[in-house]
């Protein structure tokens, strides 16, 4: 909001003024992997593989594979709240007994068009790419 009206603000006083009314929230996770090393792992493929034409990519397959939590998901929630509030119904998120389990599910696509959605059990692994899904089942959009 202020920002809109012109207003600049730094991120470090946002937070110490929430500090200074005793409102705290936990330390957020770290990444295994950064960003930079992401991008020099794109901009590697993308200049190995640039120059290929279009009977290339034909051949290609590109997959993915996603965790889908039941209920609700299973990433962290931030709240901030006062000191002895931390049980106050307004500062909880229901939760299902045990997570309510997760399904992964991994599909793929190519020039061809897409192929069927799998639920695999257990971890996916590099060998488990090549007898998740024959070729022929890729359908056309």
């Excluded at 996916?124 to 959009?141: A, F, G, K, L, Q």
């Amino acid at each position: 909001m202020l920002e809109e009206t012109g207003t600049k603000i730094s991120i470090s006083t946002v937070k110490r003024v929430l500090y200074l009314h005793n409102l705290k929230g936990p330390q957020q996770g770290r990444s295994h992997c950064s960003k930079t090393a992401i991008k020099k792992a794109r901009l590697r493929f993308a200049t190995a593989h640039g120059d290929k034409d279009c009977t290339f990519w034909k051949n290609v397959l590109w997959s993915d594979e996603t965790k889908t939590e039941l209920f609700g998901h299973n990433d962290h929630c931030y709240v901030w709240r006062k000191k002895g509030e931390a049980c106050k119904p307004k500062n909880t998120i229901p939760t299902v007994k045990h997570g309510g389990g997760s399904i992964m599910l991994w599909g793929c696509f190519a020039t061809g068009g897409t192929g069927a959605l799998h639920k695999i059990d257990g971890i996916m692994r590099r060998e488990n790419y090549v007898d998740t899904v024959p070729c022929e089942s890729i359908r056309p959009p």
